[in-house]
T-cell receptor, first 113, second 115 residues
Framework: GENVEQHPSTLSVQEGDSAVIKCTYS??????FPWYKQELGKRPQLIID?????GEKKDQRIAVTLNKTAKHFSLHITETQPEDSAVYFC????????????FGKGTKLTVNP | GAGVSQSPSNKVTEKGKDVELRCDPI?????LYWYRQSLGQGLEFLIY????????KSGLPSDRFSAERTGGSVSTLTIQRTQQEDSAVYLC?????????????FGPGTRLTVL
C-alpha cells in the first residue's frame, strides 16, 4: 500500500524567512496530494492541494510543487509569520479509489518573531 | 454552515471496557472517514464509508474495532475491550464524494484515554 515519508519532523525559522517541507510517496497510482495545517488542540484544515496533472500551484504565500517522476512533493511557505506556527501534514490519495488519505508523520513548524 | 461534529470530546475509560465514539458529518456529504492520531504521530486511516457501506476497512487495527453508519449520516466507531494502546485522538472527516474535488473536512476529534 501507499507510504508517505515527510521531512523534517521539526523546523524552526525566523519570521520573514521561507520554510520548505518535503514528502515522498511510494504508490505511483496516487494522484491527489493535499496539505493540512493543524494548530495546537485544533482540527486539521486543508491549506492547499495539488493534482497529478499539474506541477505547481500557488496561493498567496504558500505553494506546492509535485515531481511525479521522482514521486515527491513539497510545501513552500514564504514570508513566514508567527501565525504560521503549527504542525503541517502532507498526504496522498488515489482520487476515484477509496479516496482515503495516507498521511506523513507531520512537521512541527515554529516561526520565531 | 455546521461543520463535522464529534462526541464526546474527551473519554476516559478503564482497560477492558467498551467505548462508542460518534461522528456527525456535514449535511449532504456522502463520504465519511475515521482516522486515529497518536501522540506525535500522523493521522492513521481506519475506515471509509460511502453512504452506509464501508468499501475500505483496511485500517481497522483489530477485530475489537468496528464502525457503522446509518441513514447515510451519523457514524459510530466502537472499540471493544479497550487496551492502553488504543489511547489516541480519533478524528472523523467527511467529504462530498462523487465530485472531482474531494476535500476532507475534519471534526474536532475525540480524545480517548484508556487507564
Amino acid at each position: 500500500g501507499e507510504n508517505v515519508e515527510q521531512h523534517p519532523s521539526t523546523l524552526s525559522v525566523q519570521e520573514g524567512d521561507s520554510a520548505v517541507i518535503k514528502c515522498t510517496y511510494s504508490d505511483s497510482a496516487s494522484n491527489y496530494f493535499p496539505w493540512y495545517k493543524q494548530e495546537l488542540g485544533k482540527r486539521p484544515q486543508l491549506i492547499i492541494d495539488i493534482r497529478s496533472n499539474v506541477g505547481e500551484k500557488k496561493d498567496q504565500r504558500i505553494a506546492v510543487t509535485l515531481n511525479k517522476t521522482a514521486k515527491h512533493f513539497s510545501l513552500h511557505i514564504t514570508e513566514t509569520q508567527p501565525e504560521d506556527s503549527a504542525v503541517y501534514f502532507c498526504a496522498a490519495s488515489i482520487e476515484g479509489g477509496s479516496e482515503k488519505l495516507v498521511f506523513g508523520k507531520g512537521t512541527k513548524l515554529t516561526v520565531n518573531p | 454552515g455546521a461543520g463535522v461534529s464529534q462526541s464526546p470530546s474527551n473519554k476516559v475509560t478503564e482497560k477492558g471496557k467498551d467505548v462508542e465514539l460518534r461522528c456527525d458529518p456535514i449535511s449532504g456529504h456522502t463520504a465519511l472517514y475515521w482516522y486515529r492520531q497518536s501522540l506525535g504521530q500522523g493521522l492513521e486511516f481506519l475506515i471509509y464509508f460511502q453512504g452506509n457501506s464501508a468499501p475500505d476497512k483496511s485500517g481497522l487495527p483489530s477485530d475489537r474495532f468496528s464502525a457503522e453508519r446509518t441513514g447515510g449520516s451519523v457514524s459510530t466507531l466502537t472499540i471493544q475491550r479497550t487496551q492502553q494502546e488504543d489511547s489516541a485522538v480519533y478524528l472523523c472527516a467527511s467529504s462530498l464524494a462523487g465530485t472531482t474535488y474531494n476535500e476532507q473536512f475534519f471534526g474536532p476529534g475525540t480524545r480517548l484515554t484508556v487507564l
